[in-house]
């Protein structure tokens, strides 16, 4: 009852300045806001000019439902951020599956190359005119740094072995060390072969792929850049050589080494030369194996490293976002209640 009579009496007061003898256009202008000269809008209250006035601000600062966005906005995020942590949670379990795999192949692989180091030897620092780099790397991203650090591993090796009387050049094998070297050493790219990873690789065919490469560049020292798996979250950047059979011959030779094929038993009429060519393509193929063993171990590793960062980051996201639309849901919800109680007590008043 006493609120229907303060509407009632509130109805009066607003009236009241329709049924007066001033002119309809004094109490037009007086219903008509204005702006102020301090982005405010202005009401006379009652067709009073000496009663108090009503400031709010303009409405292009204040948005029609402003609070009801800000709190959709939130949510939006929040379920963009729930989404992108499932899918990188899948993502680290799918590696984590193909990481098992691989391991095994590659721990296996490593007992191809070991008896040519130990004939042949590795010789990193020889010095030769025909150097060519085969950098390998991986055809997806999503794997942490370890691309680049086989990229800035190429192109330290590049400046080393680059001189006035030396030739160096590229064989990439991978679609990211491709898009990184192609911007400051296109010339000097030879080949490139991408979507190595997509099937299962054996033997067999990465030996057809040393073939290949054998075929079409002339080198002097074959120089493999990859990167050596240790552990999940560890890997090391690693360069193995492969000389060509007459820098081998050239290199035993000065350091007395050329005996070591003596000590051997060889049946056939082959020469020692036609026996290091041999054992040269044979050493290739086999390093390149393991390279590319090592190198897709080590990709699956960082890359279920990273993706356990991401899901642990999104979710320290997410609960920041919770609080967030929290603290705006308890203001929206609190100034709506303080509108209410106040109107309410303006009305009885």
């Not at 060509?244 to 003596?262: F, N, Q, T």
């Not at 038993?265 to 390279?291: D, M, P, R, Y």
Request: glycine letters at 6%; one cysteine or more.
């Amino acid at each position: 009852m006493a609120m229907a009579a303060a509407l009632r009496r509130e109805g009066r007061r607003f009236a009241s300045p329709l049924i007066s003898s001033q002119p309809i256009t004094h109490v037009r202008s007086s219903l008509i806001p204005e702006y102020g000269t301090d982005n405010s809008l202005l009401f006379q209250l009652r067709n009073c000019p000496h009663e108090s006035i009503f400031v709010i601000p303009k409405m292009e600062h204040v948005p029609l439902g402003a609070r009801s966005i800000s709190t959709q906005i939130v949510r939006n995020r929040m379920k963009s951020v729930k989404n992108i942590q499932k899918i990188t949670k899948a993502m680290k379990m799918v590696a984590a599956s193909k990481l098992r795999l691989i391991q095994t192949r590659a721990e296996n692989s490593r007992g191809l190359w070991q008896p040519f180091t130990a004939l042949l030897g590795d010789t990193p620092t020889v010095d030769v005119k025909k150097n060519v780099i085969v950098t390998i790397s991986s055809d997806k991203g999503l794997c942490g740094g370890i691309n680049s650090t086989s990229v800035k591993v190429s192109r330290a090796i590049n400046r080393l072995t680059s001189g006035p009387d030396k030739e160096t050049n590229y064989v990439i094998l991978g679609e990211k060390a491709k898009v990184q070297l192609i911007r400051d050493s296109k010339k000097s790219i030879t080949m490139c072969m991408t979507e190595l990873q997509r099937n299962p690789l054996n033997y067999t065919q990465v030996s057809v792929l040393a073939d290949d490469i054998l075929k079409n560049v002339e080198y002097d020292a074959l120089r493999i850049v990859f990167n050596k798996f240790q552990s999940v979250v560890s890997f090391i950047p690693t360069m193995a050589t492969v000389l060509s059979p007459e820098v081998v011959e050239r290199e035993a030779e000065s350091e007395g080494k050329l005996g070591d094929l003596d000590s051997y038993e060889i049946e056939g009429g082959e020469t020692k030369g036609e026996i290091l060519q041999n054992l040269s393509e044979f050493q290739f193929s086999c390093v390149l194996f393991n390279a590319v063993m090592e190198n897709a171990c080590s990709e699956q590793g960082a890359r279920m490293s990273a993706m356990d960062s991401s899901s642990r980051n999104a979710g320290d996201m997410l609960d920041r976002l919770t609080l967030t639309y929290n603290r705006t849901r308890q203001a929206s919800i609190t100034t709506e209640l303080t509108e209410i109680i106040s109107g309410a007590a303006a009305l009885e008043g």
